[in-house]
């Protein structure tokens, strides 16, 4: 959808942002209760001598149970919201007038009642697949059950409070982006 690349556009705009996906990536790879817990969740899927799971072998066993999609959800969300909530009260303490939370499935989760304000990032369907099959590891049937998951991209637009399409080009997006801010600042 272009997310990662408009947070990127914020950060350079100097707006702090909290990206979620990285804060999984790191709850993943870095030794704690919570790592061994997914572990055990994931038998298969976990080097029990390093220490180490393998992402692959769990992504494809959440696309194929959405019962330990759940389970796994339960383990990781409360870690991803105290590194919210940590990043929020840092962007106050510094005096930021704006902060951003990067959250993938923004509404399926229930996060948007978290937040002020939504932008809701859309590429055309050809776009998107494009951009995940561009990525190592992708295939048509991964990008296929990542989609399965998501809400429908015009509900996501009706509930969103500002829509920004990201499918032609970055200087595009960034004009788009500078709007939506544009708009934001001047709300009273």
């Given at each position: 959808m272009g997310k990662s690349t408009t947070a990127a556009m914020f950060e350079k705009l100097g707006i702090p942002v909290h990206d979620?996906?990285?804060?999984?990536?790191?709850?993943?790879?870095?030794?704690?209760?919570?790592?061994?817990?997914?572990?055990?969740?994931?038998?298969?899927?976990?080097?029990?001598?390093?220490?180490?799971?393998?992402?692959?072998?769990?992504?494809?066993?959440?696309f194929k149970d959405a019962k330990k999609r759940t389970q796994l959800e339960a383990l990781l969300h409360p870690v991803v919201w105290e590194s919210q909530d940590n990043f929020l009260k840092q962007c106050r303490r510094a005096g930021a007038p704006m902060a951003v939370l990067d959250i993938p499935l923004l509404f399926e989760t229930g996060a948007d009642k978290k937040v002020d304000i939504t932008i809701c990032c859309i590429a055309p369907p050809l776009i998107q697949a494009a951009r995940v099959l561009a990525r190592p590891g992708f295939t048509p049937e991964k990008f296929l059950a990542i989609r399965a998951q998501q809400m429908d991209d015009a509900e996501k637009k009706k509930r969103a409070d500002f829509v920004l399409y990201t499918g032609l080009g970055h200087a595009d997006t960034l004009k788009r982006l500078n709007k939506i801010l544009q708009q934001i600042r001047l709300a009273p």
């Open positions: 979620s996906d990285a804060v999984i990536r790191k709850t993943l790879t870095t030794p704690s209760p919570v790592l061994e817990n997914v572990g055990t969740l994931f038998p298969a899927a976990w080097n029990t001598r390093k220490k180490q799971l393998e992402r692959s072998k769990v992504a494809a066993e959440i």
